[in-house]
C-alpha cells in the first residue's frame, strides 16, 4: 500500500470516528495552492480543522508528536483561507487525531 493510501484510509477512519461523535464532515483533503486541511467537520455551531497523523507504530512517538508550532502555523493560516472562502462567521477550533496500528484505530483526539 503506498502512503498516500494509506494517509487517505486514515483520514477516512478519522472521519467515521468523527461521524459517530456527531459532527457532520463538510470536507476531505481540502487544499488551494498555499495550504490543505485534511478534514473539516462540524459539530453543532463549530467547525473543527482536524489534522490527521498516522504512525504504523509508536517506535518514533505518537502521531500528535509531529504537531510542531510550525504546523500549528500553517493549521491556523489554512483555517483562516477556507473559513474566508465558505463566508464562516461561526466558532471554530484546530484539532488532531493520530491513528496507529495497520487497523488504523483513532489513538487520540485533541483540540489544539
Excluded: H
Aim: glycine residues 4%.
Amino acid at each position: 500500500m503506498s502512503t498516500t493510501d494509506i494517509g487517505k484510509q486514515a483520514e477516512r477512519a478519522v472521519a467515521e470516528y468523527l461521524k459517530k461523535q456527531d459532527c457532520k464532515i463538510k470536507d476531505y483533503n481540502w487544499r488551494t495552492k498555499w495550504c490543505e486541511i485534511d478534514i473539516v467537520a462540524q459539530k453543532d455551531e463549530t467547525v473543527f480543522f482536524v489534522e490527521v497523523k498516522y504512525r504504523k507504530t509508536a517506535n518514533q512517538g505518537d502521531g500528535l508528536d509531529y504537531i510542531t508550532p510550525k504546523k500549528l502555523q500553517q493549521m491556523a493560516f489554512a483555517a483562516e483561507v477556507w473559513m474566508a472562502e465558505n463566508n464562516w462567521q461561526g466558532e471554530y477550533a484546530l484539532a488532531a487525531a493520530s491513528i496507529r496500528s495497520e487497523n488504523f484505530e483513532v489513538t487520540d483526539l485533541i483540540e489544539l
